[in-house]
């Protein structure tokens, strides 16, 4: 299993190339399975979380090939129509392919994903939605066992606003007889992204991205060839890490109309970002001011930062609080970021955070994908060495991180044990 090893105390400076989204990746893979044919997708990570996905699509019959940046999907010889336990226990977002599944072939068994590290992660609301779509949706065995002729449209009114209820609505909708209106719907740019794809392959899809979006059926879907977006989380975190170090960093490709709400409060902190020519331009400040953060849904302050968030505020002159109001228990990092000298108090699911002068390098262990780019960020910074186990998590979803730390200047290595 692989650490990774940082010594703290580099300042970042240059550019870094920002990836594909993984959490635009995914559901858009699972949406090729809806039409027959070879779909190609451009600019998809190189990631754990996308060899995971491939592997269900496999399992389900699909053929799948990496071109460098790109993944070919063919989806025509797709006969086996079940996810397994396996994969779906180390990837929740499996839970992708049931509604793509039901819609095109009637039927779909998806393994139950469990809970996470933070806590139970319940999917009532994707099984809700394909039974108002008119499918019998029953569980068996700890599997998702889902059955329908043709799906119909539906009135689905979301009471929480969920990103992969939304998508599977909106993928299992293209394929199903009449109008489906979704409202309360995720309004996250990767569902943004699904609906352009969706709309590619012809359906009619509008307001993707908003709160209300209507989809019209169509009787067949026909593969396509689709870009990701640039992955707004990872731009976010280099936006961290150049923040921590005092630095000067080019975020080649990021997208600031993705990323207002952390723009505007690390702005808030002091941290001067402005647009450059298609890329973003972060320069640290001499001393970091504290801010309250709030997560929630998109537009607003995204959870997968809020680990990241402490990290920087860990060092800010005053004391700051985050509350999280998405996954109250998303706090697995706060441990291991009082291991390297993180001043921080949790009550529930509000964290005070009082900044220090200096953090000071130890092992810790990654408990998951966004904790652990916490703990990277600490440890750019931390006096010392700092070891950090079980980077698995990161190799979820941080593309070479340590390959494009160290393009940046900071002294970090993967060592293989
Ligand atoms: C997605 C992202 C994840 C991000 C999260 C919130 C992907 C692959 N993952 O996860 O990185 O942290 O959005 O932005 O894109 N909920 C229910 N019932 C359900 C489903 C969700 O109550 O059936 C609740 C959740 O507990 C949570 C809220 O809805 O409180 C939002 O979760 P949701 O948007 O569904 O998260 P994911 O799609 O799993």
């Known amino acids: 299993m692989d650490k990774i090893v940082v010594a703290g105390g580099k300042r970042l400076a240059g550019a870094v190339d920002i990836s594909g989204a993984k959490n635009a990746a995914l559901p858009m893979m699972a949406a090729t399975i809806l039409a027959s044919g070879e779909s190609t997708l451009l600019n998809v990570p190189h990631l754990k979380d996308v060899s995971t996905f491939s592997d269900v699509l496999r399992v389900l019959g699909a053929r799948v090939k990496r071109e ?7 989806t025509s010889s797709i006969e086996h129509l079940e996810a397994p336990y396996e994969l779906v ?30 806590g139970p992660r319940p999917v009532n609301l994707h099984l809700k939605i394909l039974e108002e779509m008119g499918a019998h949706v029953e569980i068996q065995h700890g599997y998702i066992m889902a059955r329908a002729g043709k799906l119909q449209g539906a009135l689905i009114d979301f009471d929480v606003s969920s990103v992969g209820a939304t998508a599977n609505a909106m993928m299992a909708a293209s394929l199903a007889s009449g109008n489906t209106l979704l409202r309360n719907a995720a309004r996250e740019p990767e569902i943004e992204a699904l609906g352009q794809m969706l709309s590619s392959m012809g359906a009619s899809v509008s307001g993707a991205g908003s709160g209300t979006v209507e989809i019209q059926g169509a009787k067949t879907l026909r593969a396509v060839r689709e870009r990701i977006i640039p992955d707004r989380i990872e731009a976010g975190t280099y936006m961290v890490a150049t923040a921590m170090t005092g630095g000067k960093v080019t975020l080649r490709r990021a997208r600031a109309d993705h990323l207002g709400a952390v ?14 020519a298609g890329n973003l331009v972060v320069e640290g400040p001499t001393s970091l001011v504290p801010v309250n953060v ?23 002159q005053g004391t700051s609080v985050i509350t999280e109001t998405i996954f109250p228990d998303r706090f697995t990092h706060v441990p291991e970021l009082r291991r390297l000298g993180v001043k921080v108090t949790l009550d529930a699911n509000v964290a005070k955070i009082t900044g220090v002068k200096r953090l000071s390098g130890a092992p810790v262990m990654a408990s998951d994908l966004r904790a652990s780019a916490a703990l990277v960020l600490a440890a750019l910074v931390a006096q010392g060495e700092t070891e950090i186990l079980r980077v698995y998590h990161i190799d979820r979803g941080y593309e070479r991180i340590e390959e494009k730390l160290r393009g940046l200047g900071a002294e970090i290595q993967r060592v293989r044990v």
């Open 68 to 74: 460098g940046n790109s993944l070919i999907i063919d």
């Open 89 to 118: 226990r180390t990837m929740r977002a499996s839970i992708y392919v049931l509604g793509p599944l039901l819609a095109r072939f009637g039927q779909a068994r998806v393994s139950l994903p469990g809970g996470c590290a933070w």
């Open 263 to 276: 723009i505007d409060k690390m702005a808030e902190a002091g941290v001067t970002i402005r647009q450059e």
């Open 294 to 316: 709030t997560t929630s849904p998109y537009p607003g302050f995204p959870t997968d930062m809020q680990a990241q968030f402490m990290a920087l505020l860990s060092l800010a």
